[in-house]
């Protein structure tokens, strides 16, 4: 938690925290047409080092989390994120390591380009408890803001499924 007149020196705040996922190498930019924060880190999507992603949090000044982004990627490996804010188009541009293939052989750097106005993840319900006999539940994955939201679930447990695993809106 932040002061709601913003973050002080020494103050720590989780941008995402998931217990089992290891998420690593932050990069940072200020848009100050938003007054707003991205940060982009390398994440392991399922919990067992087979998909590297890199996702990303938008941040208000005052440390507010205001919503996720995918950057790259659902189809290969993503390392190794950088990021800088473009003010003339109000944009963010990220760079990363992407091993195409998966094979760790064949690694290219590429640039995506994000816009400031973001698309908006929106989960409901944002848990989902089961009884004994309750095998499957439904959840409505949305976009509540600008652009193409790219999504992805990744069960955490040997006996969890999801369907579709991945898609966009």
């Not at 205001?66 to 760079?95: F, H, K």
Request: charged share 15%; glycine share 10%; proline share 5%.
């Amino acid at each position: 938690h932040m002061a709601a007149s913003g973050p002080k020196d020494g103050d720590l705040a989780f941008i995402s925290y998931r217990i089992g996922i290891d998420e690593r190498r932050p990069s940072l930019a200020y848009n100050s047409a938003g007054n707003e924060y991205l940060a982009v880190f390398e994440a392991d999507a399922y919990g067992d080092h087979t998909r590297s992603i890199i996702p990303g949090r938008r941040i208000s000044a005052t440390g507010e989390l205001l919503g996720g982004i995918v950057v790259g990627s659902y189809q290969y490996n993503a390392y190794r994120p950088s990021i800088a804010y473009n003010s003339a188009n109000n944009e963010y541009t990220v760079t990363m390591d992407y091993d195409y293939g998966n094979a760790g052989t064949d690694f290219d750097v590429i640039a995506q380009m994000v816009g400031a106005e973001s698309p908006v993840l929106y989960v409901t319900p944002s848990s989902l408890t089961f009884s004994e006999l309750e095998t499957m539940k439904t959840i409505s994955i949305t976009n509540t803001g600008n652009g193409y939201l790219d999504w992805g679930v990744y069960p955490d447990h040997g006996w969890m499924t999801a369907s579709p695993e991945y898609g966009s809106t």
